[in-house]
């Protein structure tokens, strides 16, 4: 009986393979004997301290017959006798392979030892193949390893900003909020963090994102081929799962930093039933603001925390059932100036059943808040401007193999939104700023989708999916009509229609198709192709060049379509040398209709009619990506290049509605060329140097080409068509050097990483501005972010 | 118990204090556009209209703007009267004019080639007496461009304004300033005292939406600042201008404000086109950039002085000691921009 069978969670997740290990070759029983049921059974065991490891997973590694090991690390895998190749793994383990060949029942007992040391982030390991094998291109799992050699900001790994290293992920620039996939917005990712809808991904402007590093499992992007449990978004799904706290004993993990701290502390609830994992982080930059020479800076202040906590239960051998969720908040204030903060809460329950040997159900229930605030706290117009979005989320997901080639899954979700876009109210009682408040927008995302996954031969792997979307904007709202022959203005408005409270305002429906194949040429090659279809209700609706955490998000109404996105993707990969050289080449193309664009000057805080100033055009992006990856010896190489464009057109019955004369013209995040390299270099037993280096063209700017003078202002800038010009090109060197670790015995572990970021101190424009003094020329002016080197000595120690 | 931890040590940091420097960018394909500046308002007045090309960037002095001459300039009201403005320098056109409060009015201004400019017709309203001016004086201290710490004392002018209820009114401030200069250095035999013209309020702007607040009373809206020195040792006598305008001129103005206000921070707004109130028709595409304003106005005077700044002494530019160095104009202030030997008639002795 596969009594322990966790189908569902392994089959798509878990991608634990070997690395570096030896194959165990197990033979029982002859060969020639008739086909049938046979048991392999007994202990999985620590190899060093014999302890044994309850839900370690044995599993054949076709996924199709797997068992997971009791209380008492016994284990018991049923299954037709034959040849197979079995994966052994355990959470912090490194993962065992074995070749199996069994015609009787047999017992084995496999140890396993304690892997790689995990680091800050602990992220599964793909199997060696996976990149040719997969049929899904465009999926990257990020691995430890490839986590801990990215660049290093203040000795801190982070999740982001590993994932612009990776081809076709980009930002807008240092302390711009989220990332960029294959030229899409920032608003364009589904993020996910155990099933929690995340709407901003950024702490400190984006110099951290609020992953906790020392509770992170496993972090996925899906950035072309998209599976149709995922939608609602047009660019890319990123899914990070946190790891489970410890069944067995308690743990503390923690880090003290300059500028920021951090805990994590797991164990059992009930010993080998129930875990619980908690974390928590703050900052502290106030000190170091404090040391600025710039009285701006002086006067500024910056603070973050965040909680997260997670708790697993294991009902029965089939159910298993769990919470996750986490707290955020941020606080920024520049000078005596602007000041903002803005926080995320949100918590999510999940409960998965095995029905059976070939079902599985997974249920899913999210609700969450994002809400931010700007402060103006200048003068006697003090006032807070909030803006809140609430959602619910259920999710209802099956699994069913139905047999070794074929395979369903079928599901049903719903999204709930209720949009609070702006609520303005004076500070003090001195201020005279009018209390104002836009009232709530409500909108309702129901999906049914539907995944086939076959084999045709060993050559043909086919991920079929499709899922059908009905997006309801809900009431209670009023609805302005505008004379459709004019532009849409305040003054065009003709008449209004109401809507009561849950009454539907309008519907969008559409399917959104998905399809993944690939033809593997041989072992070493293989051909993958993916066409999928997104739609997007809601947009961060921002003016400014990148995104910000206040931005607020908008539904698509009456007014505002749905965005809809069609992704196509062709890729080469071809592995080298047992898979330890790994290329890739991939050319995408997609297109995106009723695109959000702004007027200039858009007035987006409080207006009652926003469609006024919004515009509608279309959006392509296309790019070949070129990857090169050597992943073992004593040098280690990761190279990627990326030519993209992304490129929008608004074309409208006036000039005034349109942008740049209905030519096309180029996004705020078009960066043609993107070349990343990582160079890892083993330099004795006991060091190692880590190399980056990135280099993006510079992304596009408005500039002014002319200037003129009106009443009393000397100079007002005449500006180009929209992002005509460039600002400099971004280029970056940082090292890292550990020597470590040492002193390896009992657990215990010490190591030292010097690291150097931005080598040499290249000053990258986030942003150039042009002005003018009085009766000077106007000047381009760069600001950099992060202008010169910062060096860090990160000292770890475990035990 | 596993105990991870990190310390991080000896990190040099100075995250978000960002850094500001002008680089060289390649702006090519660059047009003059056709601009105009001008201005009518409800007081009988000479008012000019200005017809220019807009100065290319990177190209000679972006402040000398090239004079389109030889046009033909006027401004017509609803009821069918038309002014004719002259040109009296390159480039500007004046006339003697009133504008009356409910007309509207529009320019026309025809190109020697033919263009034909057009401006949208915009209603006079009127402007609500200014009730009063007051002044306040703050010591401030910022980060000049060149990165140094300066601790200054400013005067901040504000104008309290009462206007009818259930109106809506587009506000705009500008002041001018005329003060009052002793000579003075060592061993002088006489000594003149000039009045100078100052532009005091160049590049300001200050406009007001009375929508944005309760009640029917503009309560001591700051609308000018300018550094407390020398130049209110003696007598500083601000003429200040109230001008109530259209919501499209101030949409216009905000608009200006924002282009004029970016300095690369997060929040700023892609730049755009600042969009007038002027239309080639012939070429509708074509982009006229300038506004020309149609105003109500009012005005009010306010005479700063140490006594009315409650300052004891206000350090004068000029003094006789020979410790002191001596400014050319300390010897003769008809050297300075703007400056006058007649005492205003207005002037409080």
């Not at chain 1, 809808?197 to 509770?215: C, E, Q, R, W």
């Not at chain 1, 059908?468 to 302005?480: E, K």
């Amino acid at each position: 009986m596969l009594k322990h069978l966790l189908l569902f969670l392994f089959s798509f997740l878990w991608f634990s393979m070997l690395n570096a290990q030896e194959k165990v070759q197990l033979s029982f029983g002859d060969a020639n004997a008739e086909t049938q049921e046979v048991r392999l059974y007994g202990k999985i065991i620590d190899q060093s301290t014999n302890e044994t490891l309850p839900e370690a997973i044995i599993s054949t590694n076709n996924k199709l017959y797997y068992a997971i090991a009791d209380e008492k690390g016994n284990y018991e895998l049923i299954l037709r006798s034959g040849i197979y190749e079995l994966e052994i793994s355990y959470l912090g383990y490194e993962t065992l392979s074995a070749q199996l060949t069994i015609y009787e029942d047999a017992t084995y007992d496999f140890q396993l030892s304690e892997g790689v040391t995990l680091g800050e982030v602990t992220v599964s390991q793909k199997k060696k193949d996976d990149n040719v094998t997969s049929s899904i291109a465009g999926i990257e799992q990020l691995s430890i390893e490839q986590l801990e050699r990215q660049s290093k900001l203040l000795g801190e790994t982070d999740v982001l900003r590993s994932l612009q290293s990776i081809s076709g992920v980009s930002s807008t620039g240092e302390g711009a909020s989220g990332f960029n996939v294959r030229g899409g917005n920032t608003d364009e990712n589904l993020i996910f963090q155990d099933g929690n809808l995340i709407m901003n991904p950024v702490h400190a402007l984006g110099f951290f994102s609020l992953f906790h590093p020392d509770m992170v499992d496993q972090v996925t992007l899906y950035k072309g081929g998209v599976p149709a449990k995922y939608g609602g978004r047009l660019s890319s799904v990123l899914d990070v799962r946190l790891r489970e706290g410890d069944q067995q004993k308690f743990s503390i993990k923690g880090g003290v930093g300059l500028a920021t701290s951090r805990l994590a502390l797991e164990g059992p609830i009930i010993k080998n039933k129930v875990s619980f994992i908690i974390g928590g982080r703050a900052s502290y930059f106030d000190w170091i603001l404090k040391q600025a020479d710039n009285l701006d800076v002086n006067k500024s202040e910056a603070f973050f925390y965040d909680l997260t906590a997670k708790v697993d239960a294991r009902l029965s051998p089939t159910t298993k059932f769990g919470f996750s969720g986490f707290a955020t908040q941020d606080e920024f204030q520049f000078s005596d100036e602007v000041k903002f903060d803005y926080s995320t809460t949100t918590g999510a329950v999940y409960l998965k059943q095995i029905i059976g040997e070939k079902i599985n159900l997974n249920a899913n229930l999210n609700i969450g808040s994002y809400q931010s605030s700007l402060f103006d706290i200048r003068g006697t117009n003090q006032s807070q401007f909030n803006n809140q979005i609430d959602y619910a989320r259920a999710s209802l997901m099956g699994y069913y193999q139905v047999n070794d080639n074929y395979s369903l899954e079928v599901g049903a979700e719903q999204n709930r939104y209720t949009v609070s876009p702006g609520k303005l109210s004076p500070l003090d009682e001195n201020s005279s700023i009018l209390a104002d408040e836009l009232p709530q927008e409500r909108g309702q995302e129901t999906a049914l989708f539907l995944e086939n996954k076959l084999n045709l031969g060993d050559k043909i792997e086919i991920l079929a999916g499709l899922r059908y979307t009905i997006y309801q904007s809900l009431g209670a709202d009023q609805v302005f009509l505008y004379d459709e022959n004019v532009p849409k203005s305040e003054l065009t408005i003709i008449d209004s229609l109401q809507f009561g409270a849950n009454e539907t305002i309008i519907d969008y429906t559409g399917f959104e198709p998905r399809l993944a194949v690939r033809y593997l040429i041989n072992e070493q090659n293989s051909i993958k192709l993916n066409y999928n279809r997104s739609f997007q209700f809601f947009s961060q609706i921002s003016n400014t060049a990148s995104a910000t955490p206040i931005d607020i998000w908008q539904l698509s109404n009456y007014h505002i379509r749905p965005q809809r996105a069609d992704n196509f993707s062709v890729g080469y990969y071809r592995n080298f040398q047992d898979n330890s050289i790994q290329t890739n080449l991939t050319l995408f193309y997609r297109t995106i209709q009723d695109l959000i664009e702004y007027k200039d000057f858009a007035q987006l805080l409080l207006n009652p009619h926003i469609e006024t100033d919004l515009l509608v055009g279309e959006g392509r992006a296309y790019g070949l990506e070129v990857s090169f990856t050597k992943s073992t010896g004593k040098h280690q190489l990761d190279a990627n290049y990326t030519y993209s464009r992304s490129l929008r057109q608004i074309v409208a019955t006036t000039t005034q509605e349109s942008v740049s004369n209905g030519n096309w013209y180029p996004s705020n995040f078009d960066k043609p060329h993107i070349f990343n390299l990582n160079y890892f270099i083993q330099t004795s037993e006991k060091t190692n140097l880590s190399i980056n280096f990135t280099y993006s063209t510079g992304r596009p700017t408005t500039a002014p080409v002319s200037a003129y003078s009106s009443g009393n202002i000397l100079s007002i800038p005449v500006y180009s068509e929209r992002n005509q010009y460039r600002i400099p090109d971004f280029h970056r060197l940082d090292v890292a050097y550990t020597i470590g670790p040492w002193g390896k015995k009992a657990g215990r572990e010490n190591s030292i990483t010097l690291s150097i970021y931005n080598v040499y101190f290249r000053k990258n424009a986030f942003s150039v501005f042009f002005r003018q003094l009085p009766f000077q020329s106007i000047s381009a002016n760069r600001v950099a972010v992060l202008g010169s080197a910062f060096p860090a000595i990160t000292y770890n120690f475990k035990f | 118990m596993r105990l991870q931890k990190y310390v991080l040590g000896l990190s040099i940091l100075i995250l978000l204090s960002s850094c500001i420097d002008e680089i060289k960018l390649d702006i090519d394909n660059a047009t003059q556009r056709i601009a105009i500046d001008g201005l009518i308002a409800d007081s009988l007045d000479t008012y000019t209209i200005q017809v220019f090309q807009s100065a290319i960037i990177g190209v000679g002095n972006d402040n000398v703007f090239e004079p389109i001459s030889g046009a033909s300039v006027k401004v017509l009201d609803d009821q069918g009267n038309s002014f004719d403005f002259v040109e009296t320098e390159a480039g500007f056109y004046a006339a003697e004019m009133q504008g009356i409060v409910g007309r509207s009015y529009h320019t026309e201004i025809i190109l020697a080639d033919g263009t034909t400019i057009q401006s949208t017709p915009a209603q006079l309203n009127a402007s609500p007496p200014i009730k009063e001016i007051t002044s306040k004086i703050e010591d401030i201290s910022f980060t000049d461009v060149g990165g140094n710490a300066v601790a200054q004392s400013n005067v901040t002018l504000s104008a309290t304004t009462e206007f009818p209820a259930n109106e809506e009114l587009f506000l705009r401030w500008r002041a001018l300033g005329v003060y009052e200069f002793h000579e003075a250095y060592p061993m002088a035999i006489s000594t003149k005292v000039c009045y100078v013209q100052n532009n005091v309020d160049l590049n300001n702007l200050k406009i007001f939406d009375t929508r944005t607040i309760d009640g029917n009373t503009i309560e001591e809206e700051p609308f000018v600042t300018t550094k407390l020195d020398y130049r209110f040792a003696f007598q500083y006598a601000f003429l200040v201008r109230q001008y109530a305008m259209t919501e499209a001129e101030y949409k216009y103005w905000e608009t200006v404000n924002d282009v004029i206000s970016i300095d690369g921070s997060l929040f700023d707004p892609p730049p755009g086109t600042v969009r007038g109130n002027l239309r080639n028709i012939n070429d509708p595409n074509e982009e006229i950039v300038g506004y020309f304003s149609v105003s109500g106005i009012s005005t009010k005077r306010f005479f700063a002085n140490p006594q009315s700044l409650n300052q004891v002494f206000i350090e004068p530019r000029c003094f006789e000691s020979p410790f002191r160095p001596t400014f050319p104009e300390c010897m003769d202030c008809t050297t300075i921009l703007n400056s006058n030997l007649d005492k205003p008639d207005y002037w409080i002795p």
